[in-house]
Nanobody, 120 residues
Framework: QVQLVESGGGLVQPGGSLRLSCAASGNIYSINAMGWYRQAPGKERELVATTTSGGRTIYADSVKDRFTISRDNAKNTVYLQMNSLKPEDTAAYYC??????????????WGQGTLVTVSS
């Protein structure tokens, strides 16, 4: 069974920074895509950023030039550096792993979520 464990959320003032981490564990051969989604109260879950094992990255327009996604393939870990945070970035942030090759086949996995609150 594959699990994703997130860390790094919290309360930060507008203009501040936070770094989220997500580590995958279990019987993993490889992971294609790892990334972050977020869901604000009353809104649908949306893509924040994702990266493939080959280094291709995609960002939501709302976070471009402020957030940076990176990945350590050897550690099956993905990071999200969030700078210049705005109140509208407040949400639960979920780690996602897609195309996870395991001994039982390919799976898709979600983390439990970590809360990011941007407020003065």
């Amino acid at each position: 069974q594959v699990q994703l464990v997130e860390s790094g959320g919290g309360l930060v003032q507008p203009g501040g920074s936070l770094r989220l981490s997500c580590a995958a564990s279990g019987n993993i051969y490889s992971i294609n895509a790892m990334g972050w989604y977020r869901q604000a109260p009353g809104k649908e879950r949306e893509l924040v950023a994702t990266t493939t094992s080959g280094g291709r990255t995609i960002y939501a327009d709302s976070v471009k030039d402020r957030f940076t996604i990176s990945r350590d393939n050897a550690k099956n870990t993905v990071y999200l550096q969030m700078n210049s945070l705005k109140p509208e970035d407040t949400a639960a942030y979920y780690c996602h792993a897609g195309g996870v090759r395991t001994g039982l086949g390919n799976v898709e996995v979600w983390g439990q979520g970590t809360l990011v609150t941007v407020s003065s």
